[in-house]
C-alpha cells in the first residue's frame, strides 16, 4: 500500500508554455501534499504544502503565481509550471501524507526541461 | 525554524564494517524524525521513523533528544546499503512540512 504516482516523469517544453504535473496517492487519501523541487546532486527543497480544499502554503521565494497548485480531492494534486522559462528546469517530486499519518510516500518525479 | 544538518555528504566503508551516518536537527517543539533512502534510478522510500523504534534492513536509529541527534547505524554494511540516505523532519500535525537534509551519500566497497 501508499502508492504515490506522478505523471508525467518527463516532459520537455517550449519556454513560455505551461505544464502541468499530476500526483495521485493510488490506494490511500492524502489530505496534505508536498511539492519538492530537486537540483542535481542536490538535495530536495520543499516549494508548498498543498493541503486538500484550501489553498497551498509556499515556502519563502517560491513564486505562487508562478507554480500554482490545486489539490482538488484527496488523491490528486497538480502543480503547475506557468510560462516556463529554462532556469525552472528541475527535477520536481510530490509526496504524499495518508490522513491522519506524518510519514509521507514519494512520487516518483517528473524531469522537467524546458527549452 | 526547523532545520536538519547532514554533516557528511560522502561516506565510504568497507563491507562488514559499521556504519553511522549522522544527522542533527533544530526545532521548537516535539518534532517527528524520519530516515529516507533512494537507491539508484528510484524513487525515495521510507526507511525508518524514531516512533516506530523498529529495525529495518538491519538499521536503526536512536532519537536523543539532548543532543538533538537521529544518527542512523547499521553493524555490516552490505554491498545493496550503497545509496543515497536522507534525514527529515517534520511536526507532529500532519499538516506540518516534512523538511529534509542535504543528504548523505553511502558507498559500500567490497
Known amino acids: 500500500g501508499a502508492v504515490v504516482s506522478q505523471h508525467p516523469s518527463r516532459v520537455i517544453c517550449k519556454s513560455g508554455t505551461s505544464v502541468k504535473i499530476e500526483c495521485r496517492s493510488l490506494?490511500?487519501?492524502?489530505?496534505?501534499m508536498f511539492w519538492y523541487r530537486q537540483f542535481p546532486k542536490q538535495s530536495l527543497m520543499l516549494m508548498a504544502t498543498?493541503?486538500?480544499?484550501?489553498?497551498?502554503?509556499?515556502e519563502q521565494g517560491v513564486e505562487k503565481d508562478k507554480f500554482l497548485i490545486n489539490h482538488a480531492s484527496l488523491t490528486l494534486s497538480t502543480l503547475t509550471v506557468t510560462s516556463a522559462h529554462p532556469e525552472d528546469s528541475s527535477f520536481y517530486i510530490c509526496?504524499?501524507?495518508?490522513?491522519?499519518?506524518?510519514?509521507?510516500?514519494f512520487g516518483q518525479g517528473t524531469r522537467l526541461t524546458v527549452v | 525554524a526547523q532545520r536538519v544538518t547532514q554533516p557528511e555528504k560522502l561516506l565510504s566503508v568497507f563491507k562488514g564494517a559499521p556504519v553511522e551516518l549522522k544527522c542533527n536537527y533544530s526545532?521548537?517543539?516535539?518534532?517527528?524524525l524520519f530516515w529516507y533512502v533512494q537507491y539508484s534510478r528510484q524513487r525515495l522510500q521510507l526507511l525508518l521513523r524514531?516512533?516506530s523504534r523498529e529495525s529495518i534492513k538491519g538499521f536503526t536509529a536512536d532519537l536523543n533528544k539532548g543532543e538533538t541527534s537521529f544518527h542512523l547505524k547499521k553493524p555490516f554494511a552490505q554491498e545493496e546499503d550503497s545509496a543515497m540516505y536522507y534525514c527529515?523532519?517534520?511536526?507532529?500535525?500532519?499538516?506540518?512540512?516534512?523538511?529534509f537534509g542535504k543528504g548523505t551519500r553511502l558507498s559500500v566497497i567490497a
Open positions: 509526496s504524499a501524507r495518508r490522513t491522519g499519518r506524518t510519514e509521507a510516500f
Open positions: 490506494d490511500f487519501q492524502a489530505t496534505t
Open positions: 498543498s493541503n486538500e480544499g484550501s489553498k497551498a502554503t509556499y
Open positions: 526545532y521548537s517543539g516535539s518534532p517527528e
Open positions: 524514531h516512533i
Open positions: 527529515a523532519l517534520s511536526g507532529r500535525n500532519e499538516n506540518t512540512p516534512l523538511v
